[in-house]
């Protein structure tokens, strides 16, 4: 995932747009653009792919006319025009053309839900109920109760708010009850799919529509892309209700949608919490929240569909998140790596990027990718002036998406874990081919542990290799875990 105006600028002739109402970059303005562009994707694609990701995800990059921070591009103004500011059409399609040819996938970030105020339709609305709570009706905001939807208590009052109300001020929310609205926005989704030829399409503030437009649009599109990838954006914590959209699921209400995957916040917020000690009960061990969030699977139609991240554009970066430990930060990134579902990396995770000191400020989570710019200090696309540390990780990092995406076991294995004992979680990912065991220590001391405890899986083998040393070491004599560390250990045939 990345900020396409925070990520490299390859045009300085459109950092400015004639006619749009923000009139200026400002580098120096955290909520403002900053010039980044499609064409500082393209130039970067190499890095991307050499890194190992095997898909890009842009924030919108459509028409945002707003007067300013609205660079993030989730106030659309425009469904069919690429903000000319990032680049034209054309453009567009080289990116996604480009990176097919690398191999990469191009992931298109939507928005169903909201458009921004200064949408050329605003000034005259096809229907009266275009929009809901259109002016001159005073503005009404969501109450942002995502639980009304699964909530058999739930009063009318708040499920109407919560799906009629406005995401914002400046966010006006559209009616998918309306037939030709959703005509409108499913036809705009198969059109940007034949367009760009997408491979997928990140969906944002899920759930906040009406549900049964929602149905409609997933199960729409996936009538007509069977094997189409389609995420859905539902901030939720409780695995219950992120789970409610998924295919397949049975729902008590009845309800089932057509949406493949679900972005697996539940087990983002559980893993910063294990790893930094801030589990729910005293009487637990360590890991016991990850562990057992882990174990809320049953509820998943498809746990190998979930897609999990350490931290996204809305949040404090991973590394603040674990008070810039850079241990920590590798231990998150092996679990996410490792674990089932299907991992998302945020733009600069690899060089250590936070946000230190400010206090969640957006516009500095987004910060400029160093090197995007002509004239920037540090280059990490090229590892100029990196610390150490930083260094240290974008290599981790690369070692460990290019092992990931050549082991199916991890893309699509099975999964068996074992209760943390003394601050060591232990799980193994594994296929008819291959078993891969993974071992987190989260204390700061070594941590030996005795291999008989997982006779079930190991089943007799005595070495393993590990991915990080390349080492072999004999397994049937114990393993020793240096601490803070997640240890990465493919199992070798007798």
Excluded at 119 to 148: C, E
Excluded at 206 to 216: C, E, I, P, Q
Excluded at 235 to 255: A, E, H, M, R, V
Excluded at 436 to 462: H, L, P, S, W, Y
């Amino acid at each position: 995932m990345e900020e396409p105006d925070r990520f490299a600028n390859g045009d300085y002739t459109n950092d400015v747009a004639p006619g749009m109402r923000e009139k200026k970059v400002d580098r120096n303005f955290d909520g403002g653009r900053h010039g980044g562009d499609i064409r500082g994707i393209i130039d970067h694609l190499d890095y991307i792919r050499d890194m190992g990701f095997t898909a890009i995800w842009p924030t919108p990059m459509l028409e945002n006319d707003m007067d300013s921070y609205y660079y993030h591009g989730y106030s659309i103004t425009n469904h069919y025009r690429v903000d000319p500011r990032y680049g034209s059409l054309d453009e567009y399609k080289e990116l996604s053309a480009r990176a097919r040819q690398m191999g990469l996938k191009l992931i298109f970030d939507e928005v169903l839900n909201h458009i921004g105020i200064n949408y050329w339709w605003m000034n005259d609305l096809p229907f009266k109920d275009w929009i809901n709570f259109a002016p001159p009706h005073p503005y009404t905001g969501s109450n942002h109760r995502r639980t009304v939807n699964q909530d058999i208590y739930a009063s009318k009052y708040d499920k109407k708010l919560w799906s009629e109300g406005w995401f914002d001020k400046t966010m006006p929310d559209m009616n998918g009850k309306n037939p030709f609205m959703s005509a409108y926005l499913i036809q705009n989704t198969i059109w940007w799919i034949e367009t760009l030829q997408l491979g997928g399409v990140r969906q944002d503030t899920y759930g906040y529509s009406d549900k049964t437009f929602l149905k409609n649009w997933s199960c729409s599109i996936m009538q007509e892309y069977p094997n189409f990838s389609m995420v859905g954006e539902e901030w939720s914590y409780n695995p219950l209700i992120t789970s409610y959209w998924q295919q397949g699921t049975k729902n008590k209400d009845g309800y089932s949608g057509c949406l493949n995957t679900i972005m697996d916040f539940p087990l983002q917020d559980a893993l910063v919490k294990s790893l930094t000690g801030h589990e729910d009960a005293d009487y637990n061990p360590p890991f016991t929240k990850l562990y057992e969030m882990l174990a809320n699977d049953f509820v998943y139609t498809n746990p190998n569909q979930m897609l999990l991240m350490g931290d996204n554009h809305d949040m404090d970066r991973l590394f603040m998140q674990l008070n810039q430990d850079v241990a920590q930060t590798k231990m998150a990134l092996t679990f996410l790596l490792t674990v089932r579902g299907i991992p998302q990396v945020y733009y600069g995770t690899e060089i250590l990027m936070d946000n230190t000191g400010h206090d969640k400020v957006d516009g500095l989570i987004r910060a400029d990718f160093p090197g995007g710019w002509k004239g920037d200090s540090v280059n990490a696309f090229k590892g100029l002036g990196l610390n150490p540390d930083q260094l240290s990780m974008q290599a981790f990092l690369k070692q460990l998406l290019n092992w990931r995406k050549n082991n199916p076991m991890i893309t699509a294995g099975q999964t068996l874990h074992f209760a943390p004992v003394n601050g060591v979680y232990v799980y193994f990912r594994y296929n008819k081919d291959q078993t891969v065991m993974v071992v987190m220590n989260k204390g700061n001391e070594a941590a030996t542990i005795q291999t008989d405890r997982f006779d079930e899986i190991i089943k007799g083998r005595r070495s393993a290799v590990n991915l990080f040393t390349n080492e072999t070491i004999n397994i049937s004599q114990g393993i020793t875990i240096p601490p803070k560390t997640a240890t990465v250990l493919t199992l070798k045939a007798n």
